[in-house]
T-cell receptor, first 115, second 113 residues
Framework: NAGVTQTPKFQVLKTGQSMTLQCAQDMNHNSMYWYRQDPGMGLRLIYYSASEGTTDKGEVPNGYNVSRLNKREFSLRLESAAPSQTSVYFC??????????????FGPGTRLTVL | AQSVTQPDIHITVSEGASLELRCNYSYGATPYLFWYVQSPGQGLQLLLKYFSGDTLVQGIKGFEAEFKRSQSSFNLRKPSVHWSDAAEYFCAVGARGFQKLVFGTGTRLLVSP
């Protein structure tokens, strides 16, 4: 039981390049989330998916797109990376349908640097 | 709207000493409160959570937290800190009917020998 997995662990991009961060969970959870973590700002929600086939914006969605490919997988895409998107990105999942009362389980993170 | 304040950015504690990390929340109804820990280079792991009932909750790794409604606080405590407790600690608040968990900005714990 791997929990929540994320690929890649590290990535360096040049401004304007695109990339997709992958996330998968094997806990049969309904909800999945993408956060970014920046120093002094805690975790900020980018997008979430309450169930397969649905996605919703979080606190900081600009510059990102997401796809809930199936119940297991939730990807985050940067179409044209900017230095302001340099951050650590975490994927998380929870059992319910996007209730803030559920425990969330986090992946190990992707450290992204945009030059 | 819900909000969480962790007033201490860094705290240094000697190994074996007691620890208290502060968390204050703002929310009108009954909050659902969480403490998560992030070890260096890792994702977040749930330490403990409070929904209702006994206001003193026990978590993993010897941590406990006390919910005080009158002070809007949910402080995390440990009687004796180990070097392996050095990490960043996040308080978070949720509520019924809300989809988004709100995190505090975190407190980094340093443990000195």
């Amino acid at each position: 039981n791997a929990g929540v997995t994320q690929t890649p662990k590290f990535q360096v991009l040049k401004t304007g390049q695109s990339m997709t961060l992958q996330c998968a969970q094997d806990m049969n959870h309904n909800s999945m989330y993408w956060y970014r973590q920046d120093p002094g700002m805690g975790l900020r929600l980018i997008y979430y998916s309450a169930s397969e086939g649905t996605t919703d914006k979080g606190e900081v969605p600009n510059g990102y797109n997401v796809s809930r490919l199936n119940k297991r997988e939730f990807s985050l895409r940067l179409e044209s990376a900017a230095p302001s998107q340099t951050s650590v990105y975490f994927c998380a999942s929870s059992e319910g349908t996007a209730s803030s009362t559920d425990t969330q389980y986090f992946g190990p993170g992707t450290r992204l640097t945009v030059l | 709207a819900q909000s969480v304040t962790q007033p201490d950015i860094h705290i240094t504690v000697s190994e074996g000493a007691s620890l208290e990390l502060r968390c204050n929340y703002s929310y009108g109804a009954t909050p659902y409160l969480f403490w998560y820990v992030q070890s260096p280079g890792q994702g977040l792991q749930l330490l403990l959570k409070y929904f209702s009932g006994d206001t003193l909750v026990q978590g993993i790794k010897g941590f406990e937290a006390e919910f005080k409604r009158s002070q809007s606080s949910f402080n995390l405590r440990k009687p004796s800190v180990h070097w392996s407790d050095a990490a960043e600690y996040f308080c978070a608040v949720g509520a019924r009917g809300f989809q988004k968990l709100v995190f505090g900005t975190g407190t980094r714990l340093l443990v000195s020998p």
